[in-house]
Each structure stands twice: as C-alpha cells, then as structure tokens.
T-cell receptor, first 112, second 118 residues
Framework: AQSVTQLGSHVSVSEGALVLLRCNYS??????LFWYVQYPNQGLQLLLK??????LVKGINGFEAEFKKSETSFHLTKPSAHMSDAAEYFC??????????FGAGTQVVVTP | DAGVTQSPTHLIKTRGQQVTLRCSPK?????VSWYQQALGQGPQFIFQ???????QRGNFPDRFSGHQFPNYSSELNVNALLLGDSALYLC?????????????????FGAGSRLTVL
C-alpha cells in the first residue's frame, strides 16, 4: 500500500524566509508524487509532480521539490516566502490507476 | 476553458436523508474521481469513474454510489446520511491517456460541495 506522511500540521514563516514542507512516502514501487495547494474555499491546485524523470522538480509560484529515494522523501521548498503563499499544502502519492493518497496537510502562515 | 465545475456549492441535510452532488469535468477529460475532505484532514478517495463504470473504489460504504454519464459528467449519491458525512466533497477530473504517456494522472479539482449534516 502507498501512503504519505507530512511532518508538521502548521508552519509559520516570515515573509522573505525559506519555506520548507516535509513529506515522506511509503511505496513498494516507484511512486508518482505530487504537491497540491488549497486556498480557502477553493479546490486543490497542482504545484508540481514527480514521475521518475528529474529528481529535482520545479513547479509554479517558485516552488520546487526534490525526490530522494534513499530517504523516501519529497520535501517542498521555496527560497523566499510571499504573503500569497499562505494556504494549506498537501503531498500525495498516486498509483498506476490514478488513485491518489493525500497527506493530512500542512497549513502555512506567512507573517510580515 | 472551463475547469471542473461542481454543484451545489453548499447544502444542509438532516440525518437519514439522501444527497446528490454533481460534477462537470474539465473540457477534454474523460475520468472523474470523487474525494471526501473532512475538516482539518486531507482528501480521501471515494471512487473513480471511467467509460461510465466505477474503476476503483476507496474504503467507503455502499451508501456512497456514483454514476458517470456519456458526456463524462458525474454524480455522487450518498444515502442514509450520518453526521460523519459532513465534509467537503471534491470532484477531480483527468485524462486517462495521460496516465499511459507519463505514467501518472494529473488531477484537476473543482472547488467542492460543502455538505453539512444536522
């Protein structure tokens, strides 16, 4: 069975500081990994995906994530936080038939 | 290009009632998946429809059923509502052919239908 674990349900960062959101996965086969963002009262929006090509994946809004097989991790980073990054972020793993398993989410608060 | 549209956006029901939620997929998409997102949690997979048939199902009881129409739109039905069914129900669409090309579907989500059961 595939699953993901997000470390930290809430993260507070200062505007301009590094954003680091942690995700570890469990999968018996090479996984397909995703990060989605959810703004209040909206659905989920894709930030980036890993599908076994480059291990460093660049997404929208300046976010990127690195796949590390040895650590079973897929952490999300952004060098400089912006107020508009305040949202909830979900890591997800997908099997071949497109069934997604989401983590519990990490709420990001950006302080001035 | 319209994305995924869901209706209604909000609704309130009482225990024991039945509810139907509707979803129109993104133009060009042929696969629809439904997810339940309880407050403070990540989305949980309910089921997926492709070619008008349920292709996969998550750990949800038979009270949860669905349908996909020839135009790829979909409905989620929940019978005998319980208080615990209160959640945001998300519809996501994708193109099955993309799964073959890249090995992974990319889901496009709607804004959801928020169901409150009293």
């Amino acid at each position: 069975a595939q699953s993901v674990t997000q470390l930290g349900s809430h993260v507070s960062v200062s505007e301009g500081a590094l954003v680091l959101l942690r995700c570890n996965y469990s999968s018996s086969v090479p996984p397909y990994l995703f990060w989605y963002v959810q703004y209040p009262n909206q659905g989920l929006q894709l930030l980036l995906k890993y599908t076994s090509a480059a291990t460093l994946v660049k997404g929208i809004n300046g976010f990127e994530a690195e796949f590390k097989k040895s650590e079973t991790s897929f952490h999300l980073t952004k060098p400089s936080a912006h107020m508009s990054d305040a949202a909830e972020y979900f890591c997800a793993v997908s099997g071949r038939w497109g069934k997604f398993q989401f983590g519990a989410g990490t709420q990001v608060v950006v302080t001035p | 290009d319209a994305g995924v549209t869901q209706s209604p956006t909000h609704l309130i029901k009482t225990r024991g009632q039945q509810v139907t939620l509707r979803c129109s997929p993104k133009s060009g998409h042929d696969t629809v998946s439904w997810y339940q997102q309880a407050l403070g949690q990540g989305p949980q997979f309910i089921f997926q429809y492709y070619e008008e048939e349920e292709r996969q199902r998550g750990n949800f009881p038979d009270r949860f059923s669905g349908h996909q129409f020839p135009n790829y739109s979909s409905e989620l039905n929940v019978n005998a509502l319980l208080l615990g069914d209160s959640a945001l129900y998300l519809c996501a669409s994708s193109l099955d052919r993309d799964r073959g090309l890249s090995g992974a579907n990319v889901l496009t989500f709607g804004a959801g239908s928020r169901l409150t059961v009293l």
